[in-house]
């Protein structure tokens, strides 16, 4: 990542989070290093992916389905149902906010887990997994609340770093799915990057016709990394 060497680890198999009938390893980078807050940005560029205090990248022996993927902020030009999405949400108020826990953000996290994530092993979060899972001592994080009046209505958990943002997870009221909050969520962060002058908003993985992880496609004009390097998504 930068001159000095890095300690990669290899984690054990365990279960794929996105295919129940195969297992996944990840490489990750040594949490011990120092100065992984200035590993972070080079990491994001060779298609890293944060969760907790972790920068992992899948390394499956017989799958290669994890694709990283990001957006060209510049060139982004939403399409017609991201419009229709940005208008259906024009009464929500968009705040940027220090990240950490709070009881109303534990709370819509718990809703939102329980309706999205049952039985899953994330569906009983306490304070400590709210912290563990979405922020990091060393991690450039902020977070954007998304409210209706003073109600609460979701949470984009988004780390800043100097080659772009890293839109790491959203949780929203299971309430309010006709608004597309997610959706909605990522075109909030396009627009927060262009404020910045960051020129990507990395999505993490695209996984070619998963039905929880394909619609990453639709925000165009989207990079792919593969072995030669991002390209652009045919």
């Known amino acids: 990542m930068r001159s000095e060497r890095v300690r990669l680890f290899q984690t054990l198999p365990h279960a794929c989070g996105y295919y129940a009938e195969r297992t996944a390893q990840n ?6 290093a120092p100065r992984l807050d200035q ?6 560029e060779r298609g890293f992916r944060r969760a907790g205090g972790h920068l992992y990248y899948p390394n499956c022996p017989q799958c290669r389905a994890c694709t990283p993927c990001r957006i060209d902020v ?5 399409d017609r149902a991201q419009r229709r999405c940005l208008k259906r949400n024009a009464d ?3 705040v940027e906010c220090m990240a950490g826990y709070n009881a109303e953000r534990h709370a819509l996290y718990e809703r939102y887990l329980r309706t999205r994530h049952s039985g899953g092993g994330m569906d009983e979060a306490d304070a400590s997994d709210f912290r563990r899972f979405l922020t990091a001592p060393w991690s450039p994080t902020l977070f954007l609340e998304f409210r209706l009046g003073t109600r609460l209505l979701a949470v984009a958990v988004t780390d800043v770093c100097l080659n772009g943002l890293s839109a790491v997870y959203t949780f929203f009221d299971p309430d309010e799915s006709a608004r597309s ?3 909605y969520a990522i075109l909030q962060q396009v627009q927060l990057a262009r404020r910045r002058g960051l020129p990507w908003l990395y999505l993490g ?3 070619d016709g998963h039905a929880k992880m394909d ?3 639709r ?3 989207l990079q792919i990394r593969t072995r030669e390097g991002w390209v652009p998504m045919p």
């Open 27 to 32: 490489l990750v980078i040594d949490p011990a």
């Open 39 to 44: 590993l972070y940005g080079p990491a994001l």
């Open 74 to 78: 510049e060139g982004f030009v939403p």
């Open 92 to 94: 929500i108020s968009v």
């Open 181 to 183: 909050l997610g959706t």
């Open 205 to 207: 993985f695209w996984i």
């Open 215 to 217: 619609y990453k496609r």
């Open 219 to 221: 925000f165009r004009p």
